[in-house]
């Protein structure tokens, strides 16, 4: 890894059309994304709404017509769903799982979190809409 001076941090990658981004030692394990597979857009917009507005997420990106293939109840079923793709910072994960959960159709709803590196102004971004 490189050391950046102008923001103490080091390059831990580039990409053309994000340009160079910068791992800082504050940002390290801050800033997530949940991916939610949902069976509808009525179900997908319910549950973007309710995040959104209420400031647990910056933003959801709908993905629609998605097909999905997995076990349930000891047979394989191949459904059509909707995946959200949640940006916020860590510490209202459970919170999101929560809501998730009571808005949710599914028993067992898919809710994956991942740590994200970013540009800075994109992570400062998610940090002042995701309360």
């Known amino acids: 890894m490189v050391e ?3 923001v ?3 390059v831990v990658g580039s990409s053309p059309t994000v340009g160079v981004f910068y791992f ?3 940002m390290k394990k801050k800033y997530i994304s949940i991916f939610v597979t949902v069976p509808n857009v009525k179900v997908a917009n319910k549950i973007t709404e309710f995040l959104v507005e209420n400031k647990l997420v ?3 990106n709908i993905i629609p017509k ?3 293939v997995y076990w349930w109840e000891n047979k394989i079923c191949k459904s059509n769903e909707q995946l959200l793709i949640m940006k916020s910072v860590k ?3 459970n919170k999101i799982v929560k809501e998730i959960k009571k808005l949710h159709p599914y028993e067992v709803p898919e809710i994956v979190c991942v740590d994200i590196t970013a540009n800075k102004d994109y992570l400062n ?3 002042e809409y995701a309360k």
Do not use: L
Request: with cysteine.
């Open 24 to 26: 800082e030692k504050n």
């Open 66 to 68: 998605i097909k999905s």
């Open 58 to 60: 910056a933003c959801v």
């Open 4 to 6: 950046h001076p102008a």
């Open 8 to 10: 103490n941090g080091r």
């Open 125 to 127: 971004w998610i940090k």
């Open 91 to 93: 510490n209202n994960f």
